[in-house]
């Protein structure tokens, strides 16, 4: 009788050595980022994008340097105190990397770097769980954007609709989303069926640090948040 494959062990040593590996990597090349670069800025993102940032991000890879992760690895990294900070005054960004973070460092000026980041927008579809910031109404009657073979799928999607002649029809008015509530996913199916856009993918300055001085931008942020934190 063949062995059971499921009873077989399973050594896990390579991922947690790739593991390790990788954020000792992360840890010497942020260092190097610190004695390389001018300055060095601790930003907030909402609705990421990946390829809108990587598009970003190739823009500034002649001046700049971003990096996106662990908090907790890009705090070691930089230092979380007094006591282990690399450079004099990093653990004052350190304590502001929380939530969807990020670090840049770059030889830019402070007036262009945040330029870039205030005017940086970009619009595309809301994902599942995001806050609709309009209600979406279909009124009742023919649906012209859509072809025929797209009826069954928008009736799976909850939608109130029939075939009339070859043409898709709405039988009685449908809301798609209220504003401020969170959309389904067949909201956000119909929302991208219909061409509406309703997330934003923006960039937040923070605060920057360079060896001559510590500046807050976050509105509502004071330095007693840096020291207490």
């Known amino acids: 009788m063949p062995k059971s494959k499921r009873n077989r062990p399973v050594t896990l040593s390579k991922t947690k050595k790739k593991g390790r590996e990788h954020k000792e990597n992360i840890v010497n090349s942020i260092r ?3 004695e390389k670069y001018n300055s060095v800025y601790v930003f907030s993102f909402e609705n990421m994008r990946n390829l809108k940032f990587k598009e970003f991000r190739e823009q500034l890879k002649s001046t700049s ?3 996106l992760g662990s908090n ?5 990294s930089i230092g979380r105190s007094v006591a282990d900070e ?4 990093l653990h004052k960004i350190s304590k502001l990397l929380r939530g969807d ?3 840049c460092f770059t030889n830019l000026p402070k007036e262009e770097v945040q330029r870039l980041f205030d005017e940086y927008e970009e619009y595309d579809f809301a994902r599942t769980g995001s806050i609709s910031t309009e209600k979406v109404e279909l009124k009742e009657g023919p649906l012209d954007q859509f072809t025929h073979e797209m009826e069954p799928f928008l009736r799976k999607q909850g939608m109130p609709v029939r075939l009339n002649k070859g043409v898709v029809e ?5 809301v798609v989303c209220e504003e401020g509530r969170p959309l389904s996913p067949e909201s956000s199916r119909i929302l991208r069926l219909l061409g509406i856009k309703m997330a934003t993918f923006r960039l937040h300055l923070i605060c920057r640090w360079s060896p001559e001085e510590f500046e807050l931008y976050k509105e509502g942020l ?6 207490s934190s």
């Open 32 to 34: 190097e980022a610190v």
């Open 65 to 67: 340097r971003f990096f």
């Open 72 to 76: 907790k690895v890009m705090q070691v």
């Open 86 to 89: 690399i450079r004099p005054g």
């Open 101 to 103: 973070s990020g670090i």
């Open 170 to 174: 709405l039988v009685s008015d449908f």
């Open 222 to 227: 004071e330095d007693s948040d840096v020291e």
